[in-house]
Every structure is written in structure tokens, then in C-alpha cells.
């Protein structure tokens, strides 16, 4: 089953405007990720942030992390056309025998010119 | 992302065929899982393997079964297909920071 939801489920702008994506999930985690997919296929992994940090920046993403609310952010600033994709957030347990992933539902963005 | 790869790239079965895909990791990445994503919908958790012991599975029936070998390629393994198993079926192993996913095996089943 899914870990929980992304909104909004679609999201359209114009080239250079931000993009922000939300998060939310239901169990306790030992961190959080965002992953990008192209038409269908390979999932790239943007960036991580664990459950003791509160927001991390990676060139023109900013994510946060809000542990008491069980949610998370992706901001893309600057957009581009070839940021048009779907995002998806994954979280991981704590550290036990298995560690998996548990995806929410995905926020399917396009960037226009 | 380079590093984890597939086989086949797409694949057309019979609904009750069997199908084995294929999954190659990067050397040094003990830990491979298996995802099944339907279509609109995110990735879930099949199962994984480390060391080439399966150490964790997902809600899959028994009919999806697994092998991990040690140069570090794995299989996924589905008997008796259903029409709901066409999906797109991606691996990824473990690295420090996340996960390496390969681009997947676009299953479809008739």
C-alpha cells in the first residue's frame, strides 16, 4: 500500500517560476526521499533527509521535513521544460533486518516555455 | 543514473505464462530490491535481498519469488501471471544515500 499522499496531483507552470510539491506520510520514519521519473521509466534519486533534520538544499531543490506533522516539501526553483516529469517522496524505516522504501502517489509536474 | 541495469526492456506474456526478468547491480551493492509500479500509481515494495538471502518482503503473493546471486545480478521471478501483474517492474540497490534504480521492465500481460 501506499505510505500516503502527494499533492497536488498534477501541477503546471510556466519555465522560471518555483514548483512546490508536498508530502505526507503515516508511519515513523528514519528518513525521507525524493525521487524523479521520466515517462515511465527509471526512478533518479534527488535527494534525502533524515528524520533529525528539518530542511536540506541541493542546487535549485529545497526540501524540509516536519516530523510532528508527518510531512514534506519539495521546492524547485527556477524551473525548467526538462524539470517536467513526476516527483515521488519515499520513505525509509528505521534500521532493522529489511529496509524498503514506501512511495506516496506522485505529483506529476509540467514546465512550460 | 548509470550503475543498475535490465533486462528485458519490455515484455508481452500470456495471462497463467511465467516470466523471469532480470536485474544487474553495481559490484560492492549487497542489498538489491524489487518494485512492481502500476500505471498512475507510485512504486511498491516487492521484496529484497541481501547477501542473497531475501530479508524483507512486501504484500506479494508467493508467486512472485526472487534470487540474488553474487556477482551482484538478481531475478524476479512471477508464475502463473494475472492481468493485474502488467506493470512496470523496477530494481534498485542500495547505495550510501538512497537508491539506484534501474529503468525497468514494462511487464504486459493478455
Known amino acids: 500500500s501506499q505510505q500516503g499522499e502527494e499533492d497536488p496531483q498534477a501541477l503546471s507552470i510556466q519555465e522560471g517560476e518555483n514548483a512546490t510539491m508536498n508530502c505526507s506520510y503515516k508511519?515513523?520514519?528514519?528518513?525521507l526521499q525524493w525521487y524523479r521519473q521520466n515517462s515511465g521509466r527509471g526512478l533518479v534519486h534527488l535527494i534525502l533527509?533524515?528524520?533529525?533534520?528539518r530542511e536540506k538544499h541541493s542546487g535549485r531543490l529545497r526540501v524540509t521535513l516536519d516530523t510532528s506533522k508527518k510531512s514534506s516539501s519539495l521546492l524547485i526553483t527556477a524551473s525548467r521544460a526538462a524539470d517536467t516529469a513526476s516527483y515521488f517522496c519515499?520513505?525509509?524505516?528505521?534500521?532493522?533486518?529489511?529496509?524498503?522504501?514506501?512511495f506516496g502517489t506522485g505529483t506529476r509536474l509540467q514546465v512550460t516555455l | 543514473e548509470t550503475g543498475v541495469t535490465q533486462s528485458p526492456t519490455h515484455l508481452i506474456k500470456t495471462r497463467g505464462q511465467q516470466v523471469t526478468l532480470r536485474c544487474s547491480s553495481q559490484?560492492?551493492?549487497?542489498?538489491v530490491s524489487w518494485y512492481q509500479q502500476a500505471l498512475g500509481q507510485g512504486p511498491q515494495f516487492i521484496f529484497q535481498?541481501?547477501?542473497?538471502?531475501?530479508?524483507g518482503r512486501g504484500n506479494f503473493p508467493p508467486r512472485f519469488s526472487g534470487l540474488q546471486f553474487p556477482n551482484y545480478s538478481s531475478e524476479l521471478n512471477v508464475n502463473a501471471l494475472e492481468l493485474d501483474d502488467s506493470a512496470l517492474y523496477l530494481c534498485?540497490?542500495?547505495?550510501?544515500?538512497?537508491?539506484?534504480f534501474g529503468s525497468g521492465t514494462r511487464l504486459t500481460v493478455v
Open positions: 534498485a540497490s542500495k547505495r550510501t544515500y538512497g537508491y539506484t
Open positions: 508511519t515513523s520514519i528514519n528518513n
Open positions: 533527509i533524515r528524520s533529525n533534520e
Open positions: 519515499a520513505t525509509e524505516p528505521h534500521t532493522g533486518t529489511a529496509s524498503k522504501l514506501t
Open positions: 559490484s560492492g551493492h549487497n542489498t
Open positions: 535481498y541481501y547477501r542473497e538471502e531475501e530479508n
